[in-house]
């Protein structure tokens, strides 16, 4: 119960549902309640008169008919509001879920299946907001007509109402027993079915590559492979609460079987009139029915309070990166960078430490490379840069703040990103453009098309600007991926830039025009490349070589040229056509 008061308390914002709701299934039991009372009015009128007062007869009929209309009435409102209820429930819950995992860091998502996110949100949500619709439109009436119906069967009977009381601990006893077992079977199945639907989605979203090496039948046997385990489990599951409802139900006949023998002897021996008799006969039937009923409601509750934790586990996670109550604002007037004794590991590797007291200091408006073998932690700098991880040890400063005493929202929008795989979303060219400047002008957005050297193809498509491009671009081609997502970085005018380089896999044409826009974006910059080319390297104003993750080297190109360390490696393996020079580059994820 505690799951369900959990759920209405987070959906608070919708009391008002609550109340209308709750005052109208009082007057849908209240009104329920008076058919079975004045048919048992209508039976004695015409038994204990030889000349049955027509008059009357026909009021008790017309109020029968009454009752009727507002009973039919009531719960058509009801059940209106009640779905508004359940659309709002639903929306409350996914804008709180969207709006907190979007506060979780960066570790969360690298141990999470996007896919099992995802299905997490829709089937939870889904379950929950069912369940209040439900509860609504049920639930409530029959907690009520109960109660009623209770009260005025012990006015008449208090044997018979005692029995049919009885029902319910009996009932909620042998269901609770029950629970734990069935949500150890639901728990299983929500399992399985997250994780199908979180590689459906990873072989959708990289669907040329399953294509590509003819991985369909293995991506379809691995998908049908867990849900035929959640099937599996639905099996016992079922199975187990049937049997368990079998036995609940044969105590409940028993129990009915009573109040139908107390009932009928009482009315044998005068204790009851023939009307009394048949009023508590329809009562106890009023009260039946929600009770064999209550199986359904039962089961969905259930499921709804497994979904229900799956929900509040995500939402109980605490961000483990957030401002500190007094952060301020970044003021970025040079944009220098200085790393101070800085050491991380990541906590899910058994390797962890991946940076180990790193210093190194960034000039404003310098051009700095970051070499190093693939896992050395270049990544991993800019990564903390943006405080999308903290610093197990050391601080990092801009401009002599200390970035984690500043909001992460000034911080990041000090700093502009172009990832080597350019970052797309569907929508338009002009909206991918304008994704970090939302309020930037159509003059503007073209302006930072021409300088990233992106205009010229875009005033050659159909609907130009407005272009929709699909998921993650899939309509560009890379280099024109490329440029947008440049434009994008100029569009939004930071004076930091990460650039994660951005032409390593692009043909030469393509290259040129991106560099040529990367030379554009860079100017009057701070600006943090992962170098992946060589020919890169030589026009940055300093080179920070990285090795058993503390700097190796750092200094211009010139001078590491001839240092003999991995800079000047690299240079002497850059002619080179071997196997063994290939390797070593691929090593250092580096290309001519």
Known sequence: MRHI????????????????????????????????????????????????????????????????????????????????????????????????????????????????????????????????????????????????????????????????????????????????KWQAYQKKINHNKDVASGRFAEAVNQVKVVKSFIQEKRELSYFNSKLFKAVNYTKPQSKYWHVKDVQRRMALNVIFFGVYMFIFLQAANGQLTAGEAVALILYAMQIRIPIFTISFLVENTQRAISDSKDYFEVMDIQPDIADKADAKLLQVKKGRISYKQVSFGYQDKKDSQVLNK??????????????????????????????????????????????????????????????????????????????????????????????????????????????????????LSGGQKQRIAIARALLKDAPILVLDEATSSLDSKSEALVQQALNRLMKQRTTIIIAHRLSTIENVDKIATIRDGKIAEYDTPEKLATSGGIYSQLLKLQHGHSEATSKKLKAYEMSN
């Open 358 to 475: 790193i210093s190194l200091d960034i000039e404003p408006d310098s051009k700095i490379a970051l070499v190093g073998e693939s896992g050395e932690g270049k990544t991993t700098l800019t990564n903390l840069l943006l405080r999308l991880y903290e610093p197990q040890q050391g601080k990092i400063l801009i401009d002599d703040q200390d970035i984690s005493e500043v909001t992460q929202e000034s911080l990041r929008s000090n700093i502009g990103v172009v990832f080597q795989d350019p970052a797309l979303f569907s929508g338009t060219i002009e909206e991918n453009i304008s994704y970090g400047n939302s309020g930037a002008t159509q003059k503007q957005i073209i302006q930072a098309a021409k300088d990233a050297n992106a205009d010229e193809f875009i005033a050659k498509l159909d609907n130009g600007y407005k272009t929709e491009i699909g998921e993650r671009g899939l309509k």
């Open 5 to 180: 008061l959990k759920i209405i308390s987070f959906t608070k914002e919708l009391k008002a549902y609550y109340i209308i709701i709750s005052c109208l299934s009082v007057l849908v039991a209240i009104v329920g309640l008076a058919q079975p009372l004045l048919s048992g009015w209508a039976i004695d009128e015409v038994r204990l008169t030889t000349d049955a007062n027509v008059t009357r007869l026909v009021i008790i009929v017309c109020l029968i008919f009454a009752s009727d209309i507002a009973s039919n009435l009531l719960n058509n409102i009801n059940g209106y509001i009640g779905d508004q209820m359940s659309v709002k429930v639903a929306k409350l819950l996914s804008d709180r879920y969207f709006s907190h995992l979007l506060s979780l860091p960066q570790s969360y998502f690298d141990t999470e299946l996007s896919g099992k996110i995802i299905n997490r949100l829709n089937r939870s949500i889904s379950q929950i907001s069912s369940f209040m619709q439900l509860w609504s439109n049920n639930f409530l009436q029959f907690i009520f007509t109960t109660v009623f119906a209770l009260a005025i069967v012990a006015y008449y009977s208090w044997q018979v109402a005692l029995l049919l009381f009885s029902l319910y601990p009996i009932f909620i006893f042998m269901t609770v027993k029950a629970s734990g």
